[in-house]
Every structure is written in structure tokens, then in C-alpha cells.
């Protein structure tokens, strides 16, 4: 069974520039999560997904992140512009059945923004 | 409010040596889950071992061991015989509600050959 994939691996961009991320959930997989992981800390809840409803973005900041899910498999975060603040590692999770203890992760995108 | 706090931010220690990696949680629910993961340098996190708060059983999985004690709120991670493959940034988590995880600050283990 193949894994979460996610693309880019490692992205850097200039400041203010706008960038996106990718991920492919493993097949049959419902709920899709994307984590925010600063260096040196634990991932943080961005976005969940359940099929292609955000049933949770209280943590995305909406003035410049966004993120979609169309036809509830695929999934894409956008940030425009980018920040300094930015960089970190953005990961993506998904489970079969909507709860978090049976989630499985992608290897990551690592975010430079100079 | 729930919290996890792993204190050990790095640990080096000597192949075959046994470590223990320290997890502290708070929550005010009767029921929640438990986790630890491993992130090694490629970058994904690796599902390790969930728990849950009616059972307080230690477990061994070869080389691993976890320590869960309510008393403490403590959910302590023991590699024993470490190996170089041990390496990576380990995390302790806390789930309350089944859509929710939250994660500690994580802790890097060396193992030095």
C-alpha cells in the first residue's frame, strides 16, 4: 500500500512570493490533515479535511493561507505571499476514518522563504 | 486544556546503551489516547505505539518499552540496547477527542556509534 506523497520535497522562495504543496492521501483515506511544523517543535494542526469539507480551519490563517480539496482525494495548501516566518515543514496526514489516532503521514515539504 | 511536555530536548547517548525519553501530560478528561511517534531525518512521522487512559499496562515491543503511569501523568519511552538506526526526534502526543492530536516539542536522540 503506497504511503502519503507529498511534492515538493523542499521548496525555497523569496519572501512575498506565493507557493503551493501537494498531497496525496493513501487511497481510501477520507480525512486529510495538514500540519505546520516550526523547527524544533511538534506538528500543529492547520486544516482537516473530511472528504472534500474543511471541518476544521480554526487554525489557518486565512489572510494568506488557503488550502483545497476538490473531489475529496487530492490536496493542496497555498500561502500567498510568503513570509519570513514562514519556513518550517508542512505536513500532511490522513485516516480512513476520521479520527486522529489512526492517521498516517507524508515524509513532508521543507519551506525556505529567504 | 490538554499539554505534553517532553523536558529532554536532546539526548546522546553510547550504542547499546539504554535510554528513556520522558513524556508529561495534562488533561482534564477521564479518556484520552497516548502516542508516540519517531521522525527520523527523512521527514515523516512513524506511528509507534497509542495507548489509552483505561489502560495502564506496560508494553514491550522488542527493543521498546513504554512506562504509562496515571499517578504521574507520565508516559515515559525506554529504548534499550539502543542502535544508530535509533536516531531521530521522538514525540510524545495527547488526543482528547478522536479528530484532534496534540504533539510535544519532541526530543532528538543520538545514538553515538
Known amino acids: 500500500e503506497a504511503g502519503v506523497v507529498q511534492s515538493p520535497r523542499y521548496k525555497i522562495i523569496e519572501k512575498k512570493q506565493p507557493v503551493a504543496f501537494w498531497c496525496n492521501p493513501i487511497?481510501?483515506?477520507?480525512?486529510l490533515y495538514w500540519y505546520l511544523q516550526n523547527l524544533g517543535q511538534g506538528p500543529e494542526l492547520l486544516i482537516r479535511?473530511?472528504?472534500?469539507?474543511?471541518?476544521?480551519d480554526s487554525q489557518l490563517p486565512k489572510d494568506r493561507f488557503s488550502a483545497e480539496r476538490l473531489k475529496g482525494v487530492d490536496s493542496t495548501l497555498k500561502i500567498q505571499p510568503a513570509e519570513l516566518g514562514d519556513s518550517a515543514v508542512y505536513l500532511c496526514a490522513s485516516s480512513k476514518d476520521g479520527t486522529a489516532y489512526e492517521q498516517y503521514f507524508g515524509p513532508g515539504t521543507r519551506l525556505t522563504v529567504t | 486544556a490538554q499539554k505534553v511536555t517532553q523536558a529532554q530536548t536532546e539526548i546522546s547517548v553510547v550504542e547499546k546503551e539504554d535510554v528513556t525519553l520522558d513524556c508529561v501530560y495534562e488533561t482534564r478528561d477521564t479518556t484520552y489516547y497516548l502516542f508516540w511517534y519517531k521522525q527520523p531525518p527523512s521527514g515523516e512521522l512513524v506511528f509507534l505505539i497509542r495507548?489509552?487512559?483505561?489502560?495502564?499496562q506496560n508494553e514491550i515491543s522488542g527493543r521498546y518499552s513504554w512506562n504509562f503511569q496515571k499517578s504521574t501523568s507520565s508516559f515515559n519511552f525506554t529504548i534499550t540496547a539502543s542502535q544508530v538506526v535509533d536516531s531521530a526526534v521522538y514525540f510524545c502526543a495527547l488526543s482528547e477527542a478522536p479528530d484532534k492530536i496534540i504533539f510535544g516539542k519532541g526530543t532528538r536522540l543520538h545514538i553515538l556509534p
Open positions: 487511497s481510501g483515506h477520507n480525512t
Open positions: 479535511y473530511e472528504n472534500e469539507e474543511a471541518v476544521d
Open positions: 495507548r489509552n487512559s483505561f489502560d495502564e
